[in-house]
Protein backbone atom coordinates (compact mmCIF):
# COMPACT_ATOMS: atom_id res chain seq x y z
CA UNK A 1 0.00 0.00 0.00
CA UNK A 2 1.24 3.40 -0.67
CA UNK A 3 3.11 5.45 1.81
CA UNK A 4 5.06 8.57 2.28
CA UNK A 5 7.89 7.60 -0.22
CA UNK A 6 4.99 6.15 -2.60
CA UNK A 7 3.37 9.57 -2.59
CA UNK A 8 6.98 11.14 -3.26
CA UNK A 9 7.07 8.75 -5.98
CA UNK A 10 3.90 10.14 -7.82
CA UNK A 11 4.82 13.73 -6.85
CA UNK A 12 7.63 13.57 -8.96
CA UNK A 13 5.85 11.85 -12.03
CA UNK A 14 2.87 14.33 -11.43
CA UNK A 15 5.03 17.16 -10.66
CA UNK A 16 3.31 20.64 -10.23
CA UNK A 17 5.61 22.51 -13.03
CA UNK A 18 3.42 21.07 -15.35
CA UNK A 19 0.42 21.71 -13.94
CA UNK A 20 -0.87 24.86 -16.10
CA UNK A 21 -0.23 23.06 -19.34
CA UNK A 22 -2.74 19.94 -17.89
CA UNK A 23 -5.00 21.81 -16.57
CA UNK A 24 -5.44 23.66 -20.17
CA UNK A 25 -5.48 20.82 -21.89
CA UNK A 26 -8.42 19.51 -20.02
CA UNK A 27 -10.45 22.31 -20.80
CA UNK A 28 -9.59 21.89 -24.30
CA UNK A 29 -10.88 18.24 -24.45
CA UNK A 30 -14.59 19.45 -25.35
CA UNK A 31 -14.00 22.49 -26.47
CA UNK A 32 -17.03 23.48 -29.16
CA UNK A 33 -19.02 26.80 -29.18
CA UNK A 34 -18.89 28.49 -25.82
CA UNK A 35 -21.91 30.31 -24.48
CA UNK A 36 -21.34 33.36 -22.63
CA UNK A 37 -21.80 31.81 -18.63
CA UNK A 38 -22.62 34.16 -15.84
CA UNK A 39 -19.33 33.72 -13.47
CA UNK A 40 -21.00 33.51 -10.42
CA UNK A 41 -22.68 29.93 -11.81
CA UNK A 42 -19.16 28.94 -12.47
CA UNK A 43 -18.39 29.20 -9.60
CA UNK A 44 -21.28 27.25 -8.12
CA UNK A 45 -20.69 24.77 -10.49
CA UNK A 46 -17.25 24.39 -9.10
CA UNK A 47 -18.05 24.20 -5.45
CA UNK A 48 -20.67 21.61 -6.63
CA UNK A 49 -17.46 19.87 -7.65
CA UNK A 50 -15.10 20.15 -4.89
CA UNK A 51 -18.07 18.77 -2.84
CA UNK A 52 -19.24 16.03 -5.40
CA UNK A 53 -16.93 12.78 -6.30
CA UNK A 54 -15.25 14.55 -9.55
CA UNK A 55 -11.97 14.26 -7.80
CA UNK A 56 -12.71 10.54 -6.90
CA UNK A 57 -13.48 10.06 -10.17
CA UNK A 58 -10.63 11.95 -11.54
CA UNK A 59 -7.69 9.55 -9.54
CA UNK A 60 -9.73 6.21 -10.29
CA UNK A 61 -8.98 6.61 -13.68
CA UNK A 62 -5.20 8.07 -13.14
CA UNK A 63 -4.58 4.84 -11.19
CA UNK A 64 -6.55 2.63 -13.72
CA UNK A 65 -4.22 4.09 -16.70
CA UNK A 66 -1.15 3.85 -14.86
CA UNK A 67 -2.06 0.39 -13.99
CA UNK A 68 -3.26 -1.02 -17.02
CA UNK A 69 0.05 -0.52 -18.20
CA UNK A 70 1.59 -2.63 -15.70
CA UNK A 71 -0.51 -5.44 -16.16
CA UNK A 72 0.52 -5.65 -20.24
CA UNK A 73 3.54 -6.26 -18.93
CA UNK A 74 3.24 -8.08 -16.01
CA UNK A 75 -0.40 -9.31 -15.29
CA UNK A 76 0.92 -11.44 -11.77
CA UNK A 77 1.16 -7.96 -10.15
CA UNK A 78 -0.85 -7.21 -7.23
CA UNK A 79 -3.81 -5.11 -8.16
CA UNK A 80 -4.18 -0.96 -6.45
CA UNK A 81 -6.37 -0.77 -3.54
CA UNK A 82 -8.85 1.91 -2.46
CA UNK A 83 -6.14 2.73 -0.05
CA UNK A 84 -4.09 3.74 -3.20
CA UNK A 85 -7.10 6.04 -5.14
CA UNK A 86 -7.70 7.44 -1.69
CA UNK A 87 -3.34 8.57 -1.38
CA UNK A 88 -3.45 10.04 -5.31
CA UNK A 89 -6.96 11.73 -4.59
CA UNK A 90 -5.37 13.36 -1.55
CA UNK A 91 -1.66 14.10 -3.54
CA UNK A 92 -3.85 15.42 -6.77
CA UNK A 93 -5.88 17.66 -4.29
CA UNK A 94 -2.98 19.00 -2.87
CA UNK A 95 -0.52 19.57 -6.11
CA UNK A 96 -2.55 19.66 -9.35
CA UNK A 97 -5.94 20.63 -8.94
CA UNK A 98 -5.87 24.17 -7.85
CA UNK A 99 -9.03 26.74 -8.22
CA UNK A 100 -8.41 27.11 -12.12
CA UNK A 101 -9.11 23.73 -12.94
CA UNK A 102 -11.86 23.83 -11.14
CA UNK A 103 -13.47 26.86 -12.90
CA UNK A 104 -12.26 25.87 -16.27
CA UNK A 105 -13.61 22.37 -16.09
CA UNK A 106 -17.44 23.73 -14.24
CA UNK A 107 -17.21 26.33 -17.68
CA UNK A 108 -16.19 23.15 -19.62
CA UNK A 109 -18.97 20.91 -18.63
CA UNK A 110 -21.65 23.72 -18.05
CA UNK A 111 -21.20 24.92 -21.76
CA UNK A 112 -22.01 21.27 -23.08
CA UNK A 113 -24.32 19.87 -20.18
CA UNK A 114 -27.56 21.45 -21.64
CA UNK A 115 -27.07 19.48 -25.14
CA UNK A 116 -25.84 16.41 -22.90
CA UNK A 117 -28.48 16.10 -21.23
CA UNK A 118 -30.90 16.56 -24.40
CA UNK A 119 -29.50 13.44 -25.99
CA UNK A 120 -31.09 11.56 -22.60
CA UNK A 121 -27.59 10.79 -21.03
CA UNK A 122 -27.04 12.26 -17.18
CA UNK A 123 -25.31 15.07 -15.62
CA UNK A 124 -22.93 12.18 -13.56
CA UNK A 125 -22.12 10.70 -16.90
CA UNK A 126 -20.54 13.60 -18.29
CA UNK A 127 -18.46 13.67 -15.29
CA UNK A 128 -17.30 10.81 -15.52
CA UNK A 129 -16.73 11.79 -18.96
CA UNK A 130 -14.43 14.99 -18.13
CA UNK A 131 -12.69 12.90 -15.40
CA UNK A 132 -11.80 10.64 -17.89
CA UNK A 133 -10.63 13.06 -20.28
CA UNK A 134 -8.51 14.69 -17.66
CA UNK A 135 -6.51 11.64 -16.52
CA UNK A 136 -5.58 11.30 -19.48
CA UNK A 137 -3.77 14.55 -20.15
CA UNK A 138 -2.49 14.07 -16.88
CA UNK A 139 -0.80 10.78 -17.99
CA UNK A 140 0.31 11.88 -21.04
CA UNK A 141 3.50 13.66 -20.37
CA UNK A 142 4.32 10.99 -18.39
CA UNK A 143 5.11 8.76 -21.10
CA UNK A 144 4.13 5.26 -19.17
CA UNK A 145 5.00 3.16 -21.97
CA UNK A 146 8.62 4.23 -21.41
CA UNK A 147 8.42 3.54 -18.05
CA UNK A 148 10.18 0.67 -16.14
CA UNK A 149 7.95 -1.78 -13.98
CA UNK A 150 9.34 -0.57 -10.45
CA UNK A 151 8.56 3.15 -11.69
CA UNK A 152 5.34 2.22 -12.81
CA UNK A 153 4.73 0.61 -9.21
CA UNK A 154 6.09 3.31 -7.34
CA UNK A 155 3.15 5.39 -8.58
CA UNK A 156 0.60 3.30 -7.53
CA UNK A 157 2.82 2.20 -4.31
CA UNK A 158 2.41 -1.24 -5.44
CA UNK A 159 4.96 -3.78 -4.41
CA UNK A 160 5.29 -7.00 -6.83
CA UNK A 161 3.20 -9.84 -5.19
CA UNK A 162 5.71 -12.42 -5.97
CA UNK A 163 3.91 -16.27 -6.83
CA UNK A 164 6.17 -18.31 -4.85
CA UNK A 165 8.03 -21.74 -6.02
CA UNK A 166 5.62 -24.47 -6.15
CA UNK A 167 5.97 -28.21 -6.41
CA UNK A 168 7.29 -29.29 -9.70
CA UNK A 169 4.99 -31.38 -12.60
CA UNK A 170 3.32 -34.82 -11.97
CA UNK A 171 3.35 -37.54 -14.86
CA UNK A 172 6.81 -35.44 -16.34
CA UNK A 173 8.73 -39.10 -16.53
CA UNK A 174 5.75 -41.36 -15.65
CA UNK A 175 2.62 -42.14 -16.49
CA UNK A 176 1.70 -43.57 -13.21
CA UNK A 177 2.21 -42.35 -8.96
CA UNK A 178 1.78 -43.22 -5.85
CA UNK A 179 -0.89 -41.81 -3.64
CA UNK A 180 -2.51 -42.36 -0.15
CA UNK A 181 -5.49 -44.42 -0.21
CA UNK A 182 -5.95 -45.26 3.19
CA UNK A 183 -9.12 -45.01 5.34
CA UNK A 184 -9.65 -41.06 5.72
CA UNK A 185 -8.71 -40.40 2.43
CA UNK A 186 -10.70 -43.27 1.04
CA UNK A 187 -13.69 -42.38 3.01
CA UNK A 188 -13.26 -38.90 1.93
CA UNK A 189 -13.41 -39.88 -1.59
CA UNK A 190 -16.81 -41.99 -1.59
CA UNK A 191 -18.51 -39.12 0.21
CA UNK A 192 -17.42 -36.70 -2.59
CA UNK A 193 -18.91 -38.87 -5.04
CA UNK A 194 -21.89 -40.74 -2.98
CA UNK A 195 -23.78 -37.96 -2.45
CA UNK A 196 -26.75 -40.11 -1.42
CA UNK A 197 -25.24 -41.83 1.43
CA UNK A 198 -25.12 -38.77 3.20
CA UNK A 199 -27.20 -38.80 6.47
CA UNK A 200 -29.03 -36.41 9.30
CA UNK A 201 -29.77 -37.71 12.69
CA UNK A 202 -32.59 -35.93 14.65
CA UNK A 203 -30.49 -33.30 16.27
CA UNK A 204 -30.20 -31.99 12.49
CA UNK A 205 -26.27 -33.66 12.69
CA UNK A 206 -24.97 -34.08 9.24
CA UNK A 207 -22.55 -37.10 8.50
CA UNK A 208 -21.00 -39.55 6.43
CA UNK A 209 -20.27 -42.96 8.00
CA UNK A 210 -18.31 -45.80 6.52
CA UNK A 211 -17.68 -48.10 8.80
CA UNK A 212 -14.77 -51.04 7.84
CA UNK A 213 -13.96 -54.66 9.63
CA UNK A 214 -11.32 -52.55 11.67
CA UNK A 215 -13.09 -49.45 12.67
CA UNK A 216 -15.17 -46.66 10.90
CA UNK A 217 -14.78 -43.16 9.74
CA UNK A 218 -16.95 -40.87 10.31
CA UNK A 219 -17.55 -37.22 8.07
CA UNK A 220 -18.96 -34.01 8.88
CA UNK A 221 -18.92 -30.56 7.41
CA UNK A 222 -16.57 -27.64 9.08
CA UNK A 223 -15.15 -24.78 8.34
CA UNK A 224 -13.47 -21.61 10.16
CA UNK A 225 -14.93 -18.42 11.03
CA UNK A 226 -13.08 -15.97 9.89
CA UNK A 227 -13.52 -13.30 12.18
CA UNK A 228 -12.84 -15.47 15.13
CA UNK A 229 -11.18 -17.44 13.68
CA UNK A 230 -12.80 -20.25 15.74
CA UNK A 231 -13.99 -23.95 14.21
CA UNK A 232 -18.01 -24.41 13.48
CA UNK A 233 -19.82 -27.30 12.24
CA UNK A 234 -22.35 -27.43 9.73
CA UNK A 235 -25.69 -28.88 10.53
CA UNK A 236 -29.19 -29.26 8.70
CA UNK A 237 -29.33 -26.83 5.94
CA UNK A 238 -26.39 -25.45 5.64
CA UNK A 239 -24.44 -28.76 5.37
CA UNK A 240 -27.25 -29.80 2.49
CA UNK A 241 -26.31 -26.81 0.65
CA UNK A 242 -22.69 -27.65 0.98
CA UNK A 243 -23.57 -31.24 0.10
CA UNK A 244 -25.38 -29.76 -3.18
CA UNK A 245 -22.21 -28.43 -4.39
CA UNK A 246 -20.75 -32.48 -4.61
CA UNK A 247 -23.57 -32.78 -6.88
CA UNK A 248 -22.67 -30.42 -9.67
CA UNK A 249 -18.10 -30.16 -7.93
CA UNK A 250 -18.07 -33.62 -6.77
CA UNK A 251 -16.48 -35.51 -9.25
CA UNK A 252 -13.69 -32.43 -9.96
CA UNK A 253 -13.10 -32.14 -6.60
CA UNK A 254 -12.60 -36.11 -5.98
CA UNK A 255 -9.78 -36.25 -8.88
CA UNK A 256 -8.48 -32.72 -6.75
CA UNK A 257 -8.58 -34.88 -3.76
CA UNK A 258 -6.41 -38.01 -5.24
CA UNK A 259 -3.85 -35.37 -6.92
CA UNK A 260 -3.48 -33.67 -3.12
CA UNK A 261 -2.75 -37.18 -2.48
CA UNK A 262 -0.61 -37.61 -4.89
CA UNK A 263 1.68 -34.66 -3.63
CA UNK A 264 1.69 -34.88 -0.25
CA UNK A 265 2.56 -38.73 -0.61
CA UNK A 266 6.14 -37.24 -1.79
CA UNK A 267 7.04 -35.76 1.78
CA UNK A 268 7.44 -38.13 5.05
CA UNK A 269 5.59 -36.21 7.40
CA UNK A 270 2.95 -34.78 5.21
CA UNK A 271 0.65 -33.61 8.87
CA UNK A 272 3.88 -31.50 9.41
CA UNK A 273 5.17 -30.39 6.07
CA UNK A 274 3.73 -27.67 3.97
CA UNK A 275 3.58 -27.91 -0.29
CA UNK A 276 2.72 -25.13 -2.41
CA UNK A 277 0.50 -26.02 -4.93
CA UNK A 278 0.06 -23.37 -8.46
CA UNK A 279 -3.07 -23.30 -10.96
CA UNK A 280 -1.36 -22.57 -14.25
CA UNK A 281 2.07 -23.40 -13.66
CA UNK A 282 3.65 -20.14 -15.18
CA UNK A 283 6.48 -20.15 -12.62
CA UNK A 284 7.58 -23.24 -13.61
CA UNK A 285 6.18 -25.57 -10.90
CA UNK A 286 3.01 -27.32 -10.82
CA UNK A 287 0.04 -27.18 -13.00
CA UNK A 288 -3.34 -27.74 -11.68
CA UNK A 289 -5.21 -26.77 -14.69
CA UNK A 290 -3.41 -29.47 -16.87
CA UNK A 291 -3.41 -31.77 -14.26
CA UNK A 292 -7.24 -32.02 -14.28
CA UNK A 293 -7.56 -32.19 -17.94
CA UNK A 294 -8.65 -28.96 -18.46
CA UNK A 295 -5.69 -27.32 -20.39
CA UNK A 296 -7.51 -27.67 -23.73
CA UNK A 297 -11.28 -26.84 -22.74
CA UNK A 298 -11.99 -23.41 -24.28
CA UNK A 299 -15.50 -23.43 -22.49
CA UNK A 300 -13.37 -21.39 -19.55
CA UNK A 301 -11.33 -18.76 -19.25
CA UNK A 302 -8.02 -19.34 -17.57
CA UNK A 303 -9.53 -17.10 -14.49
CA UNK A 304 -12.92 -19.27 -14.63
CA UNK A 305 -10.63 -22.44 -14.33
CA UNK A 306 -8.52 -21.30 -11.24
CA UNK A 307 -11.77 -20.07 -9.05
CA UNK A 308 -13.42 -24.14 -10.13
CA UNK A 309 -10.50 -25.70 -8.68
CA UNK A 310 -10.42 -23.00 -5.65
CA UNK A 311 -14.10 -23.56 -5.15
CA UNK A 312 -13.21 -27.64 -5.05
CA UNK A 313 -10.00 -26.96 -2.32
CA UNK A 314 -12.76 -25.14 -0.38
CA UNK A 315 -14.82 -28.17 -0.48
CA UNK A 316 -12.00 -30.30 0.64
CA UNK A 317 -11.00 -28.53 3.74
CA UNK A 318 -14.11 -28.78 5.04
CA UNK A 319 -14.44 -32.25 5.35
CA UNK A 320 -13.68 -33.15 9.42
CA UNK A 321 -13.16 -37.20 10.31
CA UNK A 322 -13.97 -38.58 13.39
CA UNK A 323 -11.68 -41.65 13.49
CA UNK A 324 -12.04 -44.84 15.54
CA UNK A 325 -8.80 -47.51 14.25
CA UNK A 326 -7.80 -50.78 15.79
CA UNK A 327 -5.05 -52.97 13.63
CA UNK A 328 -3.70 -56.08 16.03
CA UNK A 329 -2.50 -53.74 18.98
CA UNK A 330 -2.28 -50.47 17.28
CA UNK A 331 -5.04 -48.20 17.63
CA UNK A 332 -5.95 -44.79 17.00
CA UNK A 333 -9.64 -42.83 18.46
CA UNK A 334 -9.30 -38.66 17.10
CA UNK A 335 -10.79 -36.07 15.21
CA UNK A 336 -9.12 -34.29 12.41
CA UNK A 337 -9.81 -32.57 8.89
CA UNK A 338 -8.99 -34.72 6.28
CA UNK A 339 -7.21 -31.22 4.49
CA UNK A 340 -5.72 -28.29 6.25
CA UNK A 341 -5.63 -25.85 2.98
CA UNK A 342 -5.30 -22.39 2.57
CA UNK A 343 -5.49 -20.49 -0.78
CA UNK A 344 -4.10 -17.44 -1.93
CA UNK A 345 -5.08 -15.44 -5.13
CA UNK A 346 -2.83 -13.55 -7.49
CA UNK A 347 -3.65 -10.92 -10.35
CA UNK A 348 -6.01 -7.58 -10.82
CA UNK A 349 -7.24 -6.17 -7.60
CA UNK A 350 -11.16 -4.84 -7.79
CA UNK A 351 -10.93 -1.63 -7.19
CA UNK A 352 -14.21 -1.39 -5.35
CA UNK A 353 -14.76 -4.70 -3.61
CA UNK A 354 -10.39 -4.69 -2.51
CA UNK A 355 -10.79 -8.42 -4.40
CA UNK A 356 -8.92 -10.33 -6.98
CA UNK A 357 -12.10 -11.27 -8.74
CA UNK A 358 -10.38 -12.61 -11.86
CA UNK A 359 -7.21 -14.25 -10.55
CA UNK A 360 -4.16 -15.54 -13.18
CA UNK A 361 -3.03 -17.79 -10.42
CA UNK A 362 -3.90 -19.11 -7.22
CA UNK A 363 -1.44 -21.20 -4.97
CA UNK A 364 -2.85 -23.60 -2.57
CA UNK A 365 -1.23 -24.46 0.54
CA UNK A 366 -1.80 -27.74 1.84
CA UNK A 367 -0.91 -30.01 4.83
CA UNK A 368 -3.24 -33.49 5.66
CA UNK A 369 -4.78 -33.52 8.75
CA UNK A 370 -3.57 -35.44 12.10
CA UNK A 371 -4.86 -39.04 10.69
CA UNK A 372 -1.61 -38.95 8.37
CA UNK A 373 0.74 -39.31 11.48
CA UNK A 374 -1.16 -42.79 12.29
CA UNK A 375 -2.09 -44.15 8.49
CA UNK A 376 0.82 -42.29 6.76
CA UNK A 377 3.97 -42.87 8.94
CA UNK A 378 6.60 -44.65 7.72
CA UNK A 379 8.72 -44.26 10.32
CA UNK A 380 6.12 -45.28 13.11
CA UNK A 381 4.99 -48.33 11.00
CA UNK A 382 9.35 -49.43 10.94
CA UNK A 383 9.88 -48.86 14.47
CA UNK A 384 9.65 -51.28 17.22
CA UNK A 385 7.44 -51.73 17.66
CA UNK A 386 5.24 -50.47 15.29
CA UNK A 387 3.17 -47.62 16.18
CA UNK A 388 1.53 -46.52 13.00
CA UNK A 389 0.18 -47.88 9.68
CA UNK A 390 1.77 -46.47 6.23
CA UNK A 391 -0.39 -47.41 3.52
CA UNK A 392 -0.37 -46.42 -0.12
CA UNK A 393 -1.65 -47.17 -3.26
CA UNK A 394 -1.01 -46.04 -7.00
CA UNK A 395 -3.30 -44.01 -9.78
CA UNK A 396 -2.51 -43.18 -13.77
CA UNK A 397 -2.43 -40.07 -15.21
CA UNK A 398 -5.34 -41.44 -17.81
CA UNK A 399 -7.67 -41.88 -14.95
CA UNK A 400 -7.09 -38.25 -13.65
CA UNK A 401 -7.42 -36.77 -17.23
CA UNK A 402 -10.75 -38.42 -17.97
CA UNK A 403 -13.53 -36.82 -18.29
CA UNK A 404 -15.84 -36.63 -15.94
CA UNK A 405 -18.59 -35.86 -17.33
CA UNK A 406 -18.69 -37.18 -20.99
CA UNK A 407 -17.10 -40.29 -19.41
CA UNK A 408 -19.01 -40.14 -16.49
CA UNK A 409 -19.63 -44.10 -15.45
CA UNK A 410 -16.39 -44.96 -16.00
CA UNK A 411 -14.24 -42.28 -14.53
CA UNK A 412 -16.57 -43.07 -11.22
CA UNK A 413 -15.09 -46.74 -11.75
CA UNK A 414 -11.45 -45.87 -12.02
CA UNK A 415 -11.59 -43.46 -9.19
CA UNK A 416 -13.46 -45.79 -6.97
CA UNK A 417 -11.54 -49.14 -7.95
CA UNK A 418 -7.89 -46.85 -7.43
CA UNK A 419 -9.11 -45.99 -3.96
CA UNK A 420 -10.24 -49.08 -3.36
CA UNK A 421 -7.00 -51.54 -4.82
CA UNK A 422 -5.25 -50.97 -2.36
CA UNK A 423 -7.41 -53.47 -0.16
CA UNK A 424 -9.02 -55.02 -2.81
CA UNK A 425 -6.29 -56.78 -4.54
CA UNK A 426 -7.36 -59.19 -6.56
CA UNK A 427 -9.69 -56.72 -8.31
CA UNK A 428 -12.85 -59.62 -8.52
CA UNK A 429 -16.23 -57.87 -8.14
CA UNK A 430 -19.88 -58.77 -9.19
CA UNK A 431 -21.34 -55.74 -11.83
CA UNK A 432 -24.10 -55.26 -9.18
CA UNK A 433 -21.25 -54.57 -6.50
CA UNK A 434 -19.19 -52.34 -8.78
CA UNK A 435 -22.81 -50.51 -10.03
CA UNK A 436 -23.31 -49.75 -6.30
CA UNK A 437 -19.97 -47.92 -5.82
CA UNK A 438 -21.28 -45.38 -8.19
CA UNK A 439 -24.97 -44.94 -7.89
CA UNK A 440 -27.77 -45.01 -5.88
CA UNK A 441 -29.20 -48.20 -5.23
CA UNK A 442 -32.79 -47.42 -6.10
CA UNK A 443 -31.46 -46.50 -9.63
CA UNK A 444 -30.62 -50.23 -9.84
CA UNK A 445 -33.78 -51.60 -8.53
CA UNK A 446 -35.54 -49.65 -11.15
CA UNK A 447 -33.52 -51.04 -13.90
CA UNK A 448 -34.92 -54.44 -12.47
CA UNK A 449 -38.55 -53.15 -13.02
CA UNK A 450 -38.40 -51.14 -16.13
CA UNK A 451 -36.50 -52.49 -19.02
CA UNK A 452 -36.22 -49.70 -20.99
CA UNK A 453 -34.16 -47.72 -17.90
CA UNK A 454 -32.08 -52.13 -17.87
CA UNK A 455 -31.24 -50.87 -21.39
CA UNK A 456 -29.72 -47.63 -20.95
CA UNK A 457 -28.29 -48.97 -17.76
CA UNK A 458 -26.65 -52.02 -20.03
CA UNK A 459 -25.60 -49.35 -22.84
CA UNK A 460 -23.70 -47.21 -20.32
CA UNK A 461 -21.88 -50.25 -18.81
CA UNK A 462 -20.71 -51.17 -21.95
CA UNK A 463 -19.60 -47.84 -22.80
CA UNK A 464 -17.91 -47.63 -19.22
CA UNK A 465 -15.91 -51.03 -20.01
CA UNK A 466 -15.11 -50.11 -23.68
CA UNK A 467 -13.51 -46.78 -22.27
CA UNK A 468 -11.71 -48.23 -19.58
CA UNK A 469 -10.49 -50.98 -22.05
CA UNK A 470 -9.02 -47.64 -24.19
CA UNK A 471 -7.20 -46.42 -21.30
CA UNK A 472 -5.72 -50.06 -20.66
CA UNK A 473 -7.19 -50.75 -17.78
CA UNK A 474 -7.71 -55.05 -17.27
CA UNK A 475 -11.15 -56.12 -17.74
CA UNK A 476 -11.27 -59.88 -17.57
CA UNK A 477 -14.76 -61.77 -17.56
CA UNK A 478 -16.00 -64.75 -15.53
CA UNK A 479 -16.60 -67.26 -18.03
CA UNK A 480 -19.32 -68.90 -15.83
CA UNK A 481 -21.52 -66.02 -15.21
CA UNK A 482 -20.12 -63.00 -17.80
CA UNK A 483 -20.83 -64.90 -21.01
CA UNK A 484 -19.75 -64.13 -24.49
CA UNK A 485 -22.76 -62.45 -25.90
CA UNK A 486 -23.44 -60.39 -22.64
CA UNK A 487 -20.09 -58.69 -22.76
CA UNK A 488 -19.80 -55.08 -24.46
CA UNK A 489 -19.39 -54.99 -28.24
CA UNK A 490 -20.74 -58.89 -28.74
CA UNK A 491 -22.26 -59.69 -31.68
CA UNK A 492 -23.44 -63.30 -30.67
CA UNK A 493 -27.02 -63.37 -30.31
CA UNK A 494 -28.81 -63.84 -27.22
CA UNK A 495 -30.20 -66.76 -25.70
CA UNK A 496 -33.91 -66.84 -25.97
CA UNK A 497 -34.47 -67.80 -22.46
CA UNK A 498 -32.21 -64.67 -21.50
CA UNK A 499 -33.88 -61.63 -23.04
CA UNK A 500 -36.20 -60.70 -20.43
CA UNK A 501 -33.57 -61.33 -17.54
CA UNK A 502 -30.49 -60.11 -18.91
CA UNK A 503 -30.63 -56.93 -16.32
CA UNK A 504 -30.38 -60.00 -13.40
CA UNK A 505 -27.50 -61.84 -15.07
CA UNK A 506 -25.72 -59.17 -15.46
CA UNK A 507 -25.93 -57.35 -11.59
CA UNK A 508 -25.00 -61.12 -10.67
CA UNK A 509 -22.07 -61.57 -13.61
CA UNK A 510 -18.49 -61.54 -12.03
CA UNK A 511 -15.86 -59.06 -13.39
CA UNK A 512 -12.25 -58.42 -12.74
CA UNK A 513 -11.02 -54.31 -12.96
CA UNK A 514 -7.99 -53.75 -12.29
CA UNK A 515 -6.02 -50.33 -13.11
CA UNK A 516 -3.78 -49.67 -16.09
CA UNK A 517 -0.15 -50.94 -17.01
CA UNK A 518 2.25 -52.05 -13.82
CA UNK A 519 0.34 -50.95 -11.46
CA UNK A 520 -1.68 -54.48 -10.43
CA UNK A 521 1.82 -55.62 -9.77
CA UNK A 522 3.11 -52.96 -7.93
CA UNK A 523 0.43 -53.51 -5.47
CA UNK A 524 0.97 -57.35 -5.25
CA UNK A 525 4.27 -56.25 -4.69
CA UNK A 526 3.72 -54.41 -1.84
CA UNK A 527 1.15 -56.65 -0.01
CA UNK A 528 3.94 -59.17 -0.25
CA UNK A 529 6.59 -56.90 0.98
CA UNK A 530 4.09 -56.06 4.00
CA UNK A 531 3.77 -58.82 5.16
CA UNK A 532 5.62 -60.10 8.47
CA UNK A 533 9.07 -61.94 8.00
CA UNK A 534 9.43 -63.46 11.45
CA UNK A 535 5.92 -65.68 12.48
CA UNK A 536 5.22 -68.62 14.01
CA UNK A 537 1.95 -69.33 12.21
CA UNK A 538 -0.48 -67.97 9.90
CA UNK A 539 -3.21 -67.88 12.71
CA UNK A 540 -1.04 -64.88 14.75
CA UNK A 541 -1.84 -62.57 11.95
CA UNK A 542 -5.11 -61.06 12.16
CA UNK A 543 -7.99 -61.85 10.18
CA UNK A 544 -10.03 -59.34 8.40
CA UNK A 545 -14.16 -59.92 7.42
CA UNK A 546 -13.94 -56.75 4.99
CA UNK A 547 -11.58 -58.90 2.02
CA UNK A 548 -14.07 -62.57 3.25
CA UNK A 549 -17.18 -60.06 2.72
CA UNK A 550 -15.72 -59.26 -0.88
CA UNK A 551 -15.00 -62.08 -2.02
CA UNK A 552 -18.35 -63.74 -0.96
CA UNK A 553 -20.20 -61.08 -2.81
CA UNK A 554 -18.10 -62.01 -5.69
CA UNK A 555 -19.62 -65.84 -5.71
CA UNK A 556 -23.22 -63.97 -5.82
CA UNK A 557 -23.43 -65.32 -1.88
CA UNK A 558 -25.46 -61.72 -0.99
CA UNK A 559 -27.54 -63.55 1.83
CA UNK A 560 -26.36 -63.83 5.41
CA UNK A 561 -28.02 -66.93 5.50
CA UNK A 562 -26.08 -68.48 2.56
CA UNK A 563 -22.72 -66.77 4.01
CA UNK A 564 -23.06 -68.82 7.21
CA UNK A 565 -23.89 -72.64 5.30
CA UNK A 566 -21.00 -71.69 2.59
CA UNK A 567 -18.45 -70.93 5.81
CA UNK A 568 -19.35 -72.97 8.86
CA UNK A 569 -20.73 -70.14 11.25
CA UNK A 570 -24.03 -69.15 12.17
CA UNK A 571 -25.86 -66.14 10.80
CA UNK A 572 -25.92 -64.32 13.44
CA UNK A 573 -22.10 -63.85 13.47
CA UNK A 574 -21.99 -63.34 9.80
CA UNK A 575 -24.84 -60.12 10.96
CA UNK A 576 -21.94 -59.01 13.65
CA UNK A 577 -19.11 -59.51 11.39
CA UNK A 578 -21.05 -57.23 8.36
CA UNK A 579 -21.51 -54.72 11.56
CA UNK A 580 -17.47 -54.25 11.85
CA UNK A 581 -16.98 -56.77 14.80
CA UNK A 582 -13.34 -57.95 15.11
CA UNK A 583 -13.39 -61.44 13.78
CA UNK A 584 -12.41 -63.58 17.52
CA UNK A 585 -9.26 -66.01 17.34
CA UNK A 586 -11.39 -68.86 17.81
CA UNK A 587 -13.77 -68.12 14.54
CA UNK A 588 -10.64 -66.91 12.67
CA UNK A 589 -9.06 -70.65 13.56
CA UNK A 590 -12.29 -71.94 11.94
CA UNK A 591 -12.26 -69.85 9.11
CA UNK A 592 -8.70 -70.74 8.40
CA UNK A 593 -9.56 -74.25 8.02
CA UNK A 594 -12.48 -74.00 5.75
CA UNK A 595 -11.57 -70.57 3.70
CA UNK A 596 -9.26 -72.00 1.54
CA UNK A 597 -11.70 -75.10 0.24
CA UNK A 598 -14.37 -72.40 -0.68
CA UNK A 599 -12.59 -69.05 -1.01
CA UNK A 600 -8.88 -70.22 -2.66
CA UNK A 601 -9.05 -66.69 -3.72
CA UNK A 602 -8.34 -65.00 -1.05
CA UNK A 603 -4.59 -65.32 0.43
CA UNK A 604 -5.29 -66.74 4.00
Same mark, same amino acid.
Given at each position: ???????????????????????????????????????????????????????????????????????????? +??????????????? #??? %??????? !??????????? =??????????????? @???????? $??????????????????????????????????????????? $????????????? =?????????????????????????? @?????? &??????? !??????????????????????????????????????????????????????????????????? *?????? %??? #?????? /??? +??? /?????????? @????????????????????????????????????????????????????????????? !??????????????? !??????????????????????????????????????????????????????????????????????? =???????????????????????????????????????????????????????????? *??????? +???????????????????????????? %?? $???????? &?????????????? +??????? #???
Amino acid at each position: MPGTNNKININTQLGTSEQPERASKTVLILSATYNSIDHNRIQEYAQKLRQGNFLETLALNVAMGIHAEITKRDET +LEGFSPKCVDELEKF #LGQ %QIVDDDF !YSSTAEEILNH =LTPWLQTGRTEESLW @KKVAVDSA $LSFLEPLDLSNRTIDELTAMLGLASKTVPATEPQLFISNTITQ $LLTSAPPRTACKS =LLRIWNWQEDIHKNVFFWDRYSTGFV @KLALKD &KDPVTKE !YFYFTGKAAWGIIEEFGSLGKDTAKLHCLLSAYVFRQPEPWRTEIKLAGTGKNGGTNLIDLMGWGER *KDMTTS %QKL #LRIEQC /LKL +LRR /LDATIKWNVG @KLGCDMNSLIWDIAIERYGQRNIFTDKIEEPTEIVAFIRTGRWAEFFFNKQGKNSTPPVAL !YEFGWISESTLKMNP !YHDELAFLIAINITTESAIHTNGKYRVKTVLEMVMPKNEIELARKDHRYAGKLKQRWDKALIRLIELDWQI =LYDSETYPEWLRPGSTIGKPKDCKKRIIELLLEAGITIKPPGKIPALIAAKKSESLPRKR *KSASSAP +LEWEPIQKACETKGWTKQSVIAEKLGIS %QP $LVCQLQKG &KPISPQTAAKLRKI +LPKVLPE #LSI
